[in-house]
């Protein structure tokens, strides 16, 4: 049975392990904004156990996150949702971290796998999780994980977001072009349908920018291609302005890095932006930003929403985002684009973020509190 609230053998407890190898797995296996909130947990866990053998669990697409977010030598335990990972070693894992959610199924799948020592957040229904901390509620989803490990001793920064802008290989599938730098990136669609904005009002925002002059681009997935060519259609745009199922997650990851201006809904792209300090514009309907939105250089990014909550994996789009009308959205991008303007100087398109002390970055973790943090339990 795992042990839970103890730290592995060698660990000295002060965020830096004992050396020796070991086998640790971390569950994630969810969506691209939700890996790239984990990753100052992830890179804190990396710093912590150098020598060991790393696995995070996921689908087998997420080794491009992982390469995407700088994160070397962790390996994919193939595996989705609350499922229990394909694990391929002989022995169980000395350690396994629960990223994925509060419970219990999710540390009902890593106690399957008969780890050393679990860690993760307590929960009622599985009584071997007791010695971990309670879920905090009205806590930002960075923050969530990052205060999860320092329960346990490890000290992880959560403004820790900053990501590598990916090199060009020069591999442009389907002809999807050169890079496109400064241009405003057009992102209409979403996981749910609760948390996508009408296409009509994309297009409306998108033909207002493009008349000012500005190159707009529209992106998503292949499962969102048809609604990227109503979008760019009804705003005007070329065909060639279309890069939605044309582009490789390492294309995309450079164009919103080089973007002038990112406009989108709650969605992954948005965290793409926040770790790429590319400006943003971004529309919430049934989430509170304040849990899920940028976490860092707020002075880029413009977070748009009227301050109701509802289902964020609804089928019907959310009455508070069909509030935020055309206009606003359109004032938001002029005002961030007055006050981001390009970067003159010789180094990153984008002004590198100062690190805080090694001191200050340690907090202490909230505990006692029940709600999640999108207002549903992930389990």
């Known amino acids: 049975m795992a042990d839970i609230g103890t730290t592995p053998d060698g660990f000295d407890g002060a965020g830096a392990s004992g050396g020796g190898s070991g086998r640790l797995l971390v569950m994630r296996a969810l969506g691209l904004g939700d890996f790239l909130t984990a990753v100052p947990a992830l890179r804190a866990l990396q710093r912590a156990f150098p020598g060991w053998r790393r696995y995070l669990a996921a689908p087998p697409a997420h080794a491009d996150l992982l390469d995407l977010a700088g994160l070397a030598g962790w390996r994919i335990a193939p595996g989705a949702g609350t499922r229990a990972p394909e694990w391929a070693e002989d022995a169980p894992p000395d350690l396994a971290v629960n990223l994925h959610g509060r419970g219990p199924q999710s540390t009902r799948a890593l106690l399957g796998l008969r780890p050393g020592r679990l860690w993760t957040h307590a929960h009622a229904e599985v009584p071997e999780s007791a010695g971990g901390p309670a879920w905090p509620g009205g806590t930002h989803e960075t923050d969530v994980w990052c205060r999860l490990l320092l329960w346990y001793g490890i000290a992880a920064d959560p403004t820790d977001l900053r990501l590598p802008v990916p090199a060009d290989t020069g591999v442009r599938p389907g002809g999807a072009g050169a890079d496109r730098p400064d241009a405003v990136v057009v992102h209409p669609g979403a996981a749910a349908e609760s948390r996508r904005w009408p296409p009509e009002r994309f297009a409306a925002v998108a033909r207002h920018l493009a008349a000012r002059g500005h190159e707009v681009v529209v992106t998503g997935g292949a499962a969102e291609r048809e609604i990227a060519r109503r979008v760019a259609g009804l705003a005007g745009l070329g065909a060639d302005r279309v890069l939605a199922g044309r582009t490789t997650l390492r294309r995309l990851a450079r164009t919103v890095a080089g973007a002038r201006l990112v406009v989108c809904g709650d969605t992954g792209v948005a965290h793409l932006a926040t770790g790429y300090a590319a400006p943003s514009v971004v529309l919430f309907g049934p989430v509170d930003p304040a849990l899920w939105g940028p976490r860092i250089d707020a002075p880029r990014h413009a977070v748009l929403w009227r301050g109701r909550t509802g289902d964020p994996h609804g089928a019907a789009t959310d009455p508070g985002l069909l ?47 029940k709600s999640d943090s999108r207002g549903l339990p992930r389990r």
């Open 323 to 369: 509030e935020i009308g055309v206009g606003e959205v359109i004032a938001a991008a002029e005002e961030v684009l007055s006050r981001c303007r390009p970067y003159s100087g010789t180094g990153p398109a984008h002004p590198p973020r100062q690190r805080p002390p090694a001191e200050a970055q340690a907090e202490s973790p909230l505990t006692g509190r």
